[in-house]
């Protein structure tokens, strides 16, 4: 996200714990609990986001990732079929996707988009 003196407040939003600064990394790190607000909020803000999370090759996309509602997807299309079970309802489009090992870990990252001005549905948001 582009730097702010107002990001701290931005990403607590109506939340209660403040968000955390990385020094290491140089990044926010907040509960995952929010993780469905803050996408759907940088869709809201910016059209698209970069999601970047644990990637997992074994687990097999199924009917529980493609009927899902939120942005949380760790399965083996990393996030490509995610939310797609309903085409006519889908309320977003990821563009693009790879994945990468960082030490030990697995990660992907997947741009995802607004579709046509469309933002998530509120039922999907977190609180």
């Not at 020094?23 to 907040?30: A, I, L, N, P, V």
Request: net charge positive; hydrophobic share 30%; with cysteine.
């Amino acid at each position: 996200m582009p730097y702010s003196s107002q990001n701290r407040e931005w990403i607590k939003a109506e939340h209660r714990r403040e968000p955390n600064w990385n020094m290491k990394f140089r990044c926010w790190e907040t509960p995952r609990s929010w993780f469905d607000d803050l996408v759907t909020r940088f869709l809201r803000k910016f059209g698209k986001v970069y999601v970047i999370q644990a990637f997992r090759e074994q687990q097999k996309c199924a009917p529980a990732c493609w009927n899902a509602t939120g942005f949380d997807c760790e399965c083996s299309c990393m996030g490509q079929n995610h939310g797609s079970g309903n085409p006519a309802g889908c309320w977003h489009i990821v563009s693009d996707t790879f994945a990468i090992e960082w030490s030990e870990r697995q990660y992907s990252c997947r741009l995802i988009e607004s579709k046509s001005g469309q933002v998530a549905p509120a039922e999907t948001v977190s609180p």
